[in-house]
Structures are given as structure tokens and as C-alpha cells.
């Protein structure tokens, strides 16, 4: 059964909703480091053609002058990744003391005012304090972009829609390793946890949020 007829089948179900959005979003970049984004690394995409994107999305968000947080995983030297890395050895590669590995990809242009989260799991939310952060700042709305979709995006959305906030996803702003779990993964988040829709759609609504138009 391809997506279309499941996505039909989900509909009958009652599966599938638009969540919508909110009065304050913030806009969250998972993980979009230098390994991330190269094919040297075990973690790598051979191609990030989602980067461009993510950066013009921050574009927009910066003139609206909402938040936005990165991620990026990284190990202390004798840390090891406890059961995420026994499960997926490469992260071992993510080292606190190789910042050319973990730094954020330089096209996003991060400012220095931008916070900066380190994970050691999947999940931006897990073991961080990325809730509070949103919390203390009204944030309703919760943009997520980065990679990698079947893994990080996937559990990020997950948890944010688990705490409460509205999860809206660009699909042009996340990306992966492999095309299939990219695709199968997108469309399970957009189903059940997320709003995934147009880079453009989302880059609307944060320029009406500038406007005050929301």
C-alpha cells in the first residue's frame, strides 16, 4: 500500500488532522553540524541539500525576531554514548574536544546570541533544558528542522507535541542518510505528531507573527 492510500485509510480513520499553529513560535535546527553533513563522517549525509533551506528559514525567522535553538550531539573524552552509541557506534566520532566535527554548519550563520544545546540521545528535549527555555519565552509552536528524519526529527517531534507545544515540520528543512526511512519517516511524523508542510507556508506565517498580524 503506498502513502497515498494509507494516507486515505489514515483520513477514514480519523488519523491525519491538521494541528495548526500558534502566537509564538520558535524555530528548532537539530543537529545540523559538521558530521552531520558530510560524507566523512558515519553519521554523514552524502548530501545536505536541506542546508540551504534551514538557513533561509532562520533568515525569516531572525527578521521576525523569534527564537531559535540548536543542537548538536557531542562526547567528553571518556564519555561513550552509553546504549544510543552501543547502538550506533559512528556517534563515538562526535567528540567535545573536535569542534570542526560538532560545530554548527557555518551556512546557518548562527549568531552568538542563539543558544546552543548539547545532546547525548536522540531527542533535542531529553536530558537538556530545551523545555524550560520555550516555556520561559511563551513559545506555543514548535518549528523543527535538521536530520535526521527517521532518527532525531522523529523523536524531537514526538516529544514536543508529548509536551504540549504545536510541531510544525518544513519539509525541505530536514533531511537524512537514506531516501526510503526519509520519506516513510516524514509521512508517519505528518500523520500523527506534526504538521509537515512547505518551507514556504512556514516562512508565511512567521513573517504575519512580525506583522502582528497573528
Known amino acids: 500500500m503506498g502513502f497515498e492510500k494509507v494516507g486515505e485509510f489514515y483520513t477514514k480513520r480519523g488519523i491525519g488532522a491538521t494541528g495548526g499553529t500558534g502566537i509564538r513560535p520558535a524555530v528548532l535546527v537539530v543537529d545540523v553540524s559538521r558530521a552531520f553533513t558530510s560524507s566523512a563522517y558515519g553519521v554523514g549525509a552524502d548530501d545536505a541539500p536541506a542546508v540551504p533551506h534551514i538557513a533561509g528559514l532562520l533568515g525569516h525567522t531572525r527578521e521576525a525576531g523569534l527564537p531559535i535553538v540548536f543542537t548538536t550531539i ?23 574536544d573536535d569542534p570542526a566535527a560538532v560545530e554548527i554548519h557555518p551556512e546557518l550563520a548562527r549568531r552568538p546570541d542563539e543558544l546552543v544545546l548539547v545532546k547525548k540521545f536522540p531527542s533535542a528535549f531529553f536530558g ?6 520555550l516555556v520561559q519565552r511563551g513559545v506555543d509552536t514548535v518549528v523543527v528542522t535538521g536530520c535526521s528524519t527517521s532518527g532525531c526529527i522523529r523523536a524531537s517531534v514526538i516529544d514536543a507535541v508529548s509536551y504540549g ?4 515540520v518544513p519539509e525541505e528543512c530536514v533531511f537524512d542518510r537514506a531516501e526510503e526511512p526519509h520519506r516513510a519517516n516524514l509521512f508517519d511524523i505528518g500523520s500523527k505528531y506534526a504538521d509537515v508542510v512547505p518551507q514556504d507556508e512556514v516562512e508565511k506565517y512567521l513573517a504575519s507573527i512580525a506583522a502582528g498580524g497573528r
Open 165 to 168: 507545544f504545536r510541531v510544525v
Open 128 to 133: 537538556t533544558h530545551l523545555t524550560s527555555y
Open 74 to 96: 557531542a562526547y567528553a573524552p571518556g564519555e561513550d554514548g552509553a546504549s544510543f552509541a552501543a547502538k550506533v557506534p559512528a556517534l563515538r566520532e562526535l567528540r567535545t
